[in-house]
């Protein structure tokens, strides 16, 4: 089994940052693609970003040169930075790992494993 706790979520204003984090414990090894996904009230869950256990990365288009998705394997943890927030990024953040998918997964079905959630909004 793997554990997965998102951290950094909050209240910012348009325009701020937030840098969330994910840090993985219980059977790491069997980490490969990881992701962020988020949902907002009344929406389905939805892709943010993505990467391979090689690093390669994918993004929605709705957060392409806003949001960075990124990793240190070294410390089991996927960060997901994220500049120029808008009120429509407001939603609960998940991230996602996979023990059997070691390329980019943007289904949902493809990741085994989920966090708790964390609260992003975004204040006009």
């Known amino acids: 089994q793997v554990q997965l706790v998102e951290s950094g979520g909050g209240l910012v204003q348009a325009g701020g940052s937030l840098r969330l984090s994910c840090t993985a414990s219980g059977s790491i090894f069997r980490i490969n693609a990881m992701g962020w996904y988020r949902q907002a009230p009344g929406k389905q869950r939805e892709l943010v970003a993505a990467i391979s256990s090689g690093g390669s990365t994918n993004y929605a288009d709705s957060v392409k040169g806003r949001f960075t998705i990124s990793k240190d394997n070294a410390k089991n943890t996927v960060y997901l930075q994220m500049n120029t927030l808008k009120p429509e990024d407001t939603a609960v953040y998940y991230c996602?790992?996979?023990?059997?998918?070691?390329?980019?997964?943007?289904?949902?079905?493809?990741?085994?494993?989920w966090g708790q959630g964390t609260q992003v909004t975004v204040s006009s």
């Open positions: 996602a790992t996979s023990d059997r998918v070691r390329a980019i997964a943007v289904q949902s079905n493809a990741y085994d494993y």
